[in-house]
Nanobody, 119 residues
Framework: QVRLVESGGGLVQAGGSLRLSCAAS????????IDWYRQAPGKQRELVAG???????NYVDSVKGRFTISRDNAKNTVYLQMNNLKPEDTAVYYC?????????????WGQGTQVTVSS
């Protein structure tokens, strides 16, 4: 239904920046919002940031003021700009598209991109 491809992960020193991209294809019209999640080794996956079709955004407290989620509708892409990165931001980052199709809700996940922050 919806295919998501993440990119932009990598290795960065503490205090550095990365920009993650989440490119969507398929049934774009059915998407209500896209979220970024992350999962560190041995920890549960957590919601980091989200953006709705109306442009409303939300962030987990630990990234407020450092991360910014945005979108480019022409490119069907959502970005996560991450500044002042900390070692505790190390995780695999996933994007998730949530929406509805024929009255049925769905969630589509990307394959993930690794972010490693060294101290």
């Amino acid at each position: 239904q919806v295919r998501l491809v993440e990119s932009g992960g990598g290795l960065v020193q503490a205090g550095g920046s990365l920009r993650l991209s989440c490119a969507a294809s398929g049934l774009i019209f059915a998407i209500n919002g896209i979220d970024w999640y992350r999962q560190a080794p041995g920890k549960q996956r957590e919601l980091v940031a989200g953006i709705t079709n109306a442009g409303n955004t939300n962030y987990v407290d630990s990234v407020k003021g450092r991360f910014t989620i945005s979108r480019d509708n022409a490119k069907n892409t959502v970005y996560l700009q991450m500044n002042n990165l900390k070692p505790e931001d190390t995780a695999v980052y996933y994007c998730n598209a949530r929406g509805q199709l024929s009255g049925t809700s769905f969630n589509s996940w990307g394959q993930g991109t690794q972010v490693t922050v060294s101290s």
